[in-house]
């Protein structure tokens, strides 16, 4: 059984920063490509970014130079560190597993942790 729990949510200004966490249990974590999504009230859940098991990484454009994603294979945890947030970044936060191991490209949602809130005022 995969577990995902996410953590690091929160309300922060416009311009400032939040940095989340997912920690995973029940699969070899480090074989495994990660990724962030996001869904805010009333629109579809998108990709934010994906780290792939051989530490590969790629960004929504929306992100782009103010996200960056990270892995602590030792530590079972990939991180979302957000810089430079809008009020626009408002949405609950999900990171998942690729279906897949040992995948360097694409992602395909295997597993979902339960989300966190994240909130920028303006």
């Known amino acids: 059984q995969v577990q995902l729990v996410e953590s690091g949510g929160g309300l922060v200004q416009a311009g400032g920063s939040l940095r989340l966490s997912c920690a995973a249990s029940g699969r070899t974590f480090s074989s495994y490509a990660m990724g962030w999504f996001r869904q805010a009230p009333g629109k579809e859940r998108e990709f934010v970014a994906r780290?792939?098991?051989?530490?590969?990484?790629g960004y929504a454009d929306s992100v782009k130079g103010r996200f960056t994603i990270s892995r602590d294979n030792a530590k079972n945890t990939v991180y979302l560190q957000m810089n430079s947030l809008k009020p626009e970044d408002t949405a609950v936060y999900y990171c998942?597993?690729?279906?897949?191991?040992?995948?360097?490209?694409?992602?395909?949602?295997?597993?979902w942790g339960q989300g966190t809130q994240v909130t920028v005022s303006s």
């Open positions: 998942a597993t690729d279906s897949q191991g040992y995948r360097d490209y694409g992602f395909a949602p295997g597993y």
């Open positions: 780290i792939s098991w051989s530490a590969n990484t």
